[in-house]
């Protein structure tokens, strides 16, 4: 069966520091791959997708960055953190498209503090 | 671009209460709709989803969503609500045949149960 590990689940980080979370899915080959951010009473927001390899799309400007180095690792990062970019991170995996039957399954999340 | 709108931010109601959570979402074409569920400190989760045929879906406990096209909602409901029906709930949408099959998540609307 598919499952999909994020960690840390924590992060407590000052701002100006570097950032990564790494988020990585096992039993599936190729999955379309997503970063989201979950803020309070602004719903889930599209930050990143990939569709393959090095493929990254960005969906907002901001001060973040998305990798995908292997086929299922995705990588959120960040050289300097603002403080803006507190918020609960989430990744999430699909089957790639052929019509889209499927709905997306998500990480635990990374709550992010930037102090 | 689509968007999806959910009016409700916060509903308070009694156990045995009728459910009903809105959410409408601006696309003109082909669209898959879904509604995700975040119950207090798990995973974000699907509870059901619409891609085509009957417009009336029926999802995990007891829940239930019905399409109307001219309208462009999507909306959640539930005849009886119970005190674990506390949740946080999240309308998405998608499009079909794309290649990336983004879900565009609206605000959220949490409910709270009083037993």
């Known amino acids: 069966s598919q499952t999909i590990h994020q960690w840390p689940a924590t992060l407590v980080q000052p701002v100006g520091s570097p950032l990564s979370l790494e988020c990585t899915v096992e039993?599936?080959?190729?999955?379309?791959l997503y970063w989201y951010r979950q803020a309070a009473g602004r719903g889930l927001q599209l930050l990143f997708y990939?569709?393959?390899?090095?493929?990254i799309s960005s969906e907002v400007p901001q001060n973040l960055s998305a990798s995908r180095p292997q086929d299922r690792q995705f990588i959120l990062s960040s050289k300097k953190l603002l403080l803006s970019d507190s918020g609960f991170y989430l990744c999430?995996?699909?089957?790639?498209?052929?019509?889209?039957?499927?709905?997306?399954?998500f990480g635990s999340g990374t709550r992010l503090t930037v102090v | 671009a689509q968007s999806v709108s959910q009016h409700n931010h916060h509903v308070i109601l009694s156990e045995a209460a009728s459910l009903e959570l809105g959410c409408n979402y601006s696309?003109?074409?082909?669209?898959?709709l879904f509604w995700y569920v975040q119950y207090p400190g798990q995973h974000l989760q699907l509870l059901l989803k619409?891609?085509?045929?009957?417009?009336l879906v029926k999802g995990i406990k007891g829940f239930e969503a019905e399409f109307i096209k001219s309208k462009f909602s999507f909306n959640l409901r539930k005849p009886s609500v119970q005190w674990s029906d506390t949740a946080e709930y999240f309308c998405?949408?998608?499009?079909?045949?794309?290649?990336?099959?983004?879900?565009?998540f609206g605000s959220g609307t949490r409910l709270s149960i009083r037993p």
């Open positions: 999430a995996w699909s089957l790639p498209s052929t019509g889209t039957n499927y709905g997306y399954t």
């Open positions: 039993g599936t080959s190729n999955p379309n």
């Open positions: 990939s569709v393959g390899i090095g493929q």
């Open positions: 696309y003109g074409g082909t669209v898959n």
């Open positions: 619409y891609f085509s045929g009957d417009p």
């Open positions: 998405a949408v998608n499009t079909p045949y794309s290649s990336a099959s983004k879900i565009i």
